[in-house]
């Protein structure tokens, strides 16, 4: 008799066995109560039967179909065909007697299946080796999506003003081709790019940094070393043949990047990085997005030249001359000097336990922050001298005095200051007004007169100060300007030159950097600037203060 764990539990629950009882009580008690007919032998042989042992029989019976199955299958595969004919020598003598029949010669043509030959290339590669077969590991970048969209300027700026191109594409200043969004494999080599410059301050060593840094870093930085563009400074800035323009780095120069035994190094940056971080200004800036940005390979100074507007009479006579035009100041120099922006950063040491597309993106986004703040203000007031010249400081602009007064005639003195010919059609949309919040405010509540208290700008209604535009343009505000600075210029006029790829410096030494846990991270770009002509903007310094 077959005693299982569903015929004790039966006989436990029915019978009254105790569950400690031995093998041999359950014995008895079943064979007693299987001879007084209280145990049903339908019941006792269902009992009997062992579950787990039934369903391995079940599995087993599966895989024999299935293995049946796979054999015929085979089978179909790798039948063998043959094409019966005749041979060479029945087809001559029948070619002599005129009984010639169309045949084909005697041949076994074996049929290989997709299947037999699948299981052919798999035994091939076990046998001998990777023959058939190649097995390729994903590098770490392959890991982070390389979708990119197409790049559009926002509703509104930074400071919650409507942004005059709000819609429009945003153009290359490079090449004029269409800027696209970083793309999350961008955003994690420039995250793993900027874990290794902290390791190399905190370290003090390339070498010892890039040991320390975690292999998916490490791989990352590896790829945009060797298929990624870089730009900046090598070993010597001061040298421009060591200069990195928009192009892949080469051997000694990637093994510069991380090994001390290599002389000098680069300093340079792979340009997605840099790209993430002049986005910040491009997109959201005041004045910035309206400049004519122009790129710049090398060159502490650009030299180039601007010509005045040639003049004409009429009425001319018989024996009267025509006035020469005078040429002797209608080409003039327009010399910019080029100057190193830098911006500095401290990122906490424990920050780095982020995972790379987060520590690039909060990074970018940080300098390029600054540098938006920074870049604005020198358009406005840059004072030609450590910076690029900004508009107030511009030589030959047409200059209104407001007489500590704000008042509609003063603003129309000022928006009629800049000539109609300096309106062409391409650069409406980049001709602002620009002063401070105060400056606008005041601007937007100059009444209808001194005893009707009503808006000039909205006679029938309340004026909207949030549109931040006034007499059909755009009103734009920088808080470096003071309340009595305002200007009405074409941003389009103001040339900006900049040499793409920033260069890094960091360091952890000092005594503030180490009992911050901090690290100092410097970016260096380079830029110049200045109205192409004072005829592109007019300007007051005695608004009301």
């Known amino acids: 008799m077959k005693m299982t764990q569903e015929l004790k539990n039966h006989l436990i629950a029915s019978f009254g066995v105790k569950a400690t009882a031995s093998e041999e009580e359950f014995l008895k008690t079943a064979s007693d109560a299987l001879l007084a007919g209280t145990l049903d032998g339908r019941k006792y042989a269902e009992l009997c039967t062992d579950k787990k042992a039934q369903e391995a029989n079940q599995f087993a019976e599966k895989l024999d179909r299935v293995a049946t199955g796979l054999e015929k299958l085979l089978e179909v595969a790798t039948k063998e ?41 798999g035994s091939e590669s076990v046998e001998g080796g990777e023959k058939d077969i190649e097995v390729r590991v994903k590098e770490a970048a392959e890991a982070y999506s390389d979708t990119k969209s197409t790049l559009t300027y926002p509703a509104q700026t930074k400071g919650g003003r409507i942004h005059p191109l709000a819609g429009e594409i945003v153009k290359d200043f490079d090449n004029g081709s269409t800027m696209n969004t970083p793309s999350d494999r961008d955003k994690a080599v420039s995250g793993a790019f900027a ?20 292999q998916h870093s490490k791989e990352l930085v590896m790829y945009a070393a060797t298929k990624m563009e870089w730009g900046g400074a090598g070993d010597k800035e001061t040298i421009a043949a060591n200069q990195i323009n928009r192009r892949k780095l080469t051997d000694l120069e990637v093994k510069g990047l991380i090994d001390d035994a290599v002389s000098g190094g680069t300093e340079a940056v792979p340009i997605v990085f840099d790209d993430q971080i002049v986005t910040t200004p ?46 002797a100041s209608y080409v003039s120099a327009f010399d910019t000097t080029i100057y190193r922006w ?43 001298a450590t910076q690029p010249q900004g508009i ?3 030589a030959g602009t047409s200059v209104v005095n407001f007489g500590g007064t704000t008042t509609l005639s003063n603003y129309e003195t000022l928006r009629f200051g800049v000539h109609k010919r300096e309106h062409l059609a391409n650069l409406m949309k980049t001709a602002v007004f620009g002063g401070t919040d105060i400056s606008y405010q005041r601007a937007k509540a100059i009444p209808v007169g001194a005893t009707d ?33 305002i200007f009405y210029a074409i941003l389009g006029r103001y040339r900006m030159y900049r040499r793409r790829g920033l260069t890094i410096r960091n360091s952890v030494e000092g005594d503030t950097l180490i009992r911050r846990n901090d690290c100092l991270i410097t970016a260096t770009a380079r830029v110049g600037g200045q109205l192409e002509r004072g005829a592109a903007a007019s300007v007051t310094t005695t608004a009301p203060s």
């Open 81 to 121: 065909t043959t094409v019966s004919a005749k041979t060479p020598e029945q087809l001559a003598a029948e070619k002599a007697a005129g009984t010639t029949t169309a045949v084909l010669a005697t041949k076994e043509v074996k049929s290989e299946g997709r299947l037999t030959k699948m299981f052919r290339i």
């Open 392 to 394: 107030m400081n511009k």
């Open 282 to 327: 491009i997109l959201q800036g005041e004045f910035f997005p309206l400049v004519n940005l122009i790129p710049l390979d090398k060159g502490r100074r650009v030299q180039g030249a601007q010509a005045a507007i040639v003049s004409s009479e009429w009425g001319g006579v018989d024996d009267t001359s025509i006035d020469l035009f005078d040429t």
């Open 342 to 384: 830098q911006g500095a950063i401290w990122i906490g040491l424990d920050f780095l336990s982020d995972t790379p597309i987060d520590f690039g993106q909060f990074l970018t986004q940080q300098y390029g922050e600054v540098m938006l703040r920074d870049f604005d203000s020198a358009i406005c007031v840059g004072d030609g």
């Open 453 to 485: 208290a009503r808006r000039l700008n909205s006679v029938m209604q309340l004026p909207n100060y949030d549109d931040y535009s006034w007499m059909g343009r755009p009103f734009k505000i920088n808080e470096s300007l003071t309340n009595s600075q």
């Open 195 to 214: 874990q290794y410059l902290v390791a190399k301050a905190r370290l003090g060593s390339k070498t010892i940094a890039w040991a320390h840094l975690p």
